[in-house]
Nanobody, 127 residues
Framework: QVHLVESGGGLAQAGGSLSVSCAAS????????MGWFRQAPGKEREFVAI????????????FVKGRFTISRDNDNNSAKNTVYLQMNSLKPEDTAVYYC????????????????WGQGTQVTVSS
């Protein structure tokens, strides 16, 4: 069983920065795809960024390119993996609950392609 726990987030002003992190534990390996989705009130959950654990390549939604950066630490000794999302130049429309997601392989960027989910952390950007 894989367990994902997000932390960080909070409140920022437009143009500011925030970061969120996700600690993964359990039967997770370094080649898992891990990343972030977000869901604003009344909207569907949408892809933000992902790292392919096998290749190390990262992928971003168009609306965050150049502003958000995803990174990852794999600790094979402790079987823990942590993925981070640094969010700069924040906009009010970035306000959402940010969810960490993981899957044994990278199958796509739709929410249905991910097996494991965190509980979410709120990011609020004021204008």
């Amino acid at each position: 069983q894989v367990h994902l726990v997000e932390s960080g987030g909070g409140l920022a002003q437009a143009g500011g920065s925030l970061s969120v992190s996700c600690a993964a534990s359990g039967r997770i390996e370094g080649n898992y795809a891990m990343g972030w989705f977000r869901q604003a009130p009344g909207k569907e959950r949408e892809f933000v960024a992902i790292i392919d654990g096998s290749s190390g390549d990262s992928y971003y939604a168009e609306f965050v390119k150049g502003r958000f950066t995803i990174s990852r630490d794999n600790d094979n000794n402790s079987a823990k993996n942590t993925v981070y999302l640094q969010m700069n130049s924040l906009k009010p429309e970035d306000t959402a609950v940010y969810y960490c997601a993981a899957n044994p392989v990278l199958l796509g960027v739709g929410p249905g392609a991910y097996t494991y989910w965190g509980q979410g952390t709120q990011v609020t950007v004021s204008s």
